[in-house]
């Protein structure tokens, strides 16, 4: 089979237009590499592909031509039938009733040609939440200082986060990804490049807040964690170091002398989570054992593999092994009593988790996942005005292929993990369930091509985690995307994302509050744009030049754009262009979720992160410029109330 024909079957578009109006080819070599790195993908032959069916009213599945009726069918979940029926027409009308979830549908036409399909069955939306509409407080957690931290935001800190935005009159608190990292590498901070989006990072942990850990364990803590609070970044390194050892003490405290309600926690905690942590623990120990990428490990430990991890934890790395496991289950805790918090406090959402769109190609999820997450595939962006030779994110993600073998439970269990403790996350490039943009390695990211994605069975896994877990979901849906996309993700109930700075028209005019959608989260910015100090005072575009980066607009521009803004205001009736001006503008919007970044209202100039440098800007590593503590002094709370008031708790809706 040729190399197109092969494109045609795995869904690689090797020639598009990007935006730049160029028409692109993907190089035979490069497309050969994308081809061999995707698996097999199944053609069907009595349906379109992964069949879904919303449970509302009386849902069908169009079935092709191309079988001898009549058409037996037969549904079955975790190897039991829960549903069969036959057809002679070309339609199958299910019966109500089936079960929300995850199944196989084998197929049986008169002349015995079978065949076996995916099928998902979701409610007809995802959960879209009890409130009219709110804000929510924007925190890069890392960056919070308090008197009592280790050098780092923890979870104790989201806690009294909670209570700080609810003082505020927020609805909850939206934090960076908290997906895990790896430990042996500590100054590789970016949230978005995590090793695994199913388990937690353990650097947010308090540990003082274990019980079974006490100051006379690690005897220098005190004094060291005081030097790691000072400056005005944080120092990772030495943070993680100290952080380890007291968890690792804590640990040890936590074998000898645990109560029985903790060493029965803990073991609940690990059936739950069975087997996806324990797997974890395993891959952990031997990363560090190995200490090389895993597909350089012995051949035994190149798939995961139960058999082997039962040894594993029976061995003499036991110890090893429940470490992690242990630390998996503190992090969760601690993220479970902020969430608790909230709950108590009767905050409408709560956290506000945000969900990388890929992985690290050596760390757990593509070693748990080889065949739904290619390792020689990273996802990323083809040329546009700012990146000319395109984007190559370093990100594993998904295939269609692989999750639809798999009835796509991997999918699923990133979704629950991440909505696990969240009243709404946000999905990074939301575009990338619909195609995703991929470039093998080796090759520059202009020589990519887009792969299409099973776009209606992943919607509906979304929705079926979304009703499951009660939780929002935010699709990042900015920039350029497909016709129709918004309006089917809608139609699905995944909510947009609005940013003000982007939502201009042609001229550069700012567009008016009845432009913004109700179901979607407005912002001014994100974490890859300059905060509205910045913005204000041009420190962007100087930060920029002086990296050698193209900032994509002049000085002109900028001060057209602060007269446009003052031109949106003034039409609103608002006559100043602070901060507070700007997010009494947003709060009028119809959007039922407003964030508003805490860099914004401590006047932060320089933004968190700016894509394309890596140790040229400190991206990840700034922290906010007072103690939590001492946040609500330095706000104007009678400016913030009266700019919230109409979306507020305290200032009543």
């Known amino acids: ?82 549903a069969q029926g036959e057809t002679r027409e070309p339609v199958i009308a299910w019966p109500a009733g089936l079960p929300l979830g995850y199944h196989r549908l084998t197929l049986t036409d008169a002349e015995g040609v079978t ?51 609810k003082q505020l009159g927020a609805d ?44 006379d364990l690690v005897p220098d803590a005190a004094a060291t964690a005081v030097r790691l609070r000072q400056g005005d970044r944080v120092p990772y390194a030495d943070m993680a170091a100290l952080k380890w050892l007291g968890l690792r003490a804590a640990y040890n405290s936590f074998v000898t002398s645990a109560s029985a309600s903790r060493r029965k926690a803990f073991d609940a905690f690990r059936a739950a989570r069975a087997p996806l942590l324990s797997r974890f623990a395993c891959f952990e120990v031997l990363r560090h054992r190995f200490n090389r990428p895993w597909w350089e490990w012995p051949s035994e430990w190149q798939q995961p593999d139960e058999a082997k991890c039962a040894e594993l934890h029976k061995g003499p790395d036991r110890r090893e092994v429940e470490f992690v496991e242990f630390v998996q289950w503190t992090a969760d805790s601690q993220l479970h009593a902020a969430k608790e918090l909230a709950s108590q406090l009767g905050m409408r959402v709560g956290l506000y988790l945000d969900v990388a769109v890929g992985v690290q190609s050596n760390g757990f999820d593509a070693w748990n996942e080889q065949t739904a997450i290619s390792r020689h595939l990273a996802v990323g962006a083809p040329p546009d005005v700012l990146n000319t030779i395109g984007q190559d994110w370093g990100l594993a993600g998904f295939n269609a292929g692989g999750l639809e073998a798999q009835s796509f439970v991997p999918f699923a269990d990133m979704l629950a993990a991440s909505m696990r403790h969240a009243g709404a996350i946000r999905l990074d ?85 009845d432009h913004y959608r109700p179901n979607a989260l407005v912002t001014l910015n994100t974490h890859d744009l300059c905060t509205y100090a910045g913005w204000r005072s041009f420190s962007d575009l100087k930060m920029k030049r002086s990296l050698g980066l193209d900032p994509g607009e002049n000085d002109q521009a900028r001060w057209d754009a602060l007269g446009r803004l003052d031109e949106i205001l003034r039409q609103n009736g608002i006559g100043n262009n602070d901060l507070y001006s700007v997010l009494a503008f947003l709060s009028r ?44 002094a330095k706000l104007d709370l009678t400016a913030l109330r009266a700019a919230t008031r109409e979306r507020s708790l305290t200032g009543g809706s």
């Not at 024909?5 to 497309?31: C, M, N, Y």
């Open 1 to 82: 089979m040729d190399l197109l024909a092969q494109a045609q079957i795995k869904g690689v578009q090797s020639e598009f237009v990007d935006a730049l109006g160029k028409l692109r080819v993907t190089a035979p070599e490069a497309l050969k590499s994308i081809l061999d790195a995707l698996p097999e993908k199944r053609v069907y032959r009595f349906v379109s592909g992964p069949v879904v069916v919303r449970a509302l009213g009386h849902p069908r599945t169009e079935l092709a031509a191309t079988g001898t009726p009549p058409l037996k069918w037969n549904l079955t979940a975790s190897g039991k039938s829960i």
């Open 115 to 165: 065949e076996d399909v995916p099928m998902i069955v979701a409610p007809e939306r995802a959960f879209g939440g009890d409130f009219d509409r709110g804000w929510l407080l924007a925190v890069q957690l890392y960056s919070v200082r308090s008197e009592r931290n280790w050098g780092i935001g923890d979870f104790t800190d989201l806690a009294d986060l909670v209570r700080l935005a």
């Open 172 to 215: 909850g608190v939206g934090l960076n990804p908290l997906h895990v990292l790896f430990d042996d590498h500590p100054a590789d901070c970016s949230p978005y490049s995590p090793n695994s989006r199913l388990f937690l990072n353990p650097l947010y942990i308090d540990v003082e807040a274990i019980p079974e850990f006490s100051a």
């Open 429 to 513: 490039h939301v575009l990338g369930l619909k195609r995703l943009y991929l470039v093998p390695r080796g090759f520059k990211p202009d020589n990519g091509a887009y792969v299409q994605m099973p776009f209606e069975a992943l919607l509906a896994a979304v929705v079926r985690e979304s009703a499951a877990h009660k939780c929002i979901v935010i699709g990042e849906d900015l920039g350029t995307v497909p016709e129709g996309f918004r309006e089917t993700m809608q139609d699905f109930g995944i909510w947009s994302y609005l940013v003000m700075m982007f939502e201009r028209d042609d001229a550069g005019h700012f567009r008016n509050v």
């Open 589 to 632: 919007t119809p959007s039922r979720l407003l964030a508003v970044s805490m860099e914004d209202l401590l006047g932060v100039i320089d933004q968190p992160n700016i894509p394309g440098t890596i140790d040229e800007h400190p991206n990840w590593r700034q922290r906010l410029p007072v103690t939590l503590d001492k946040i609500a």
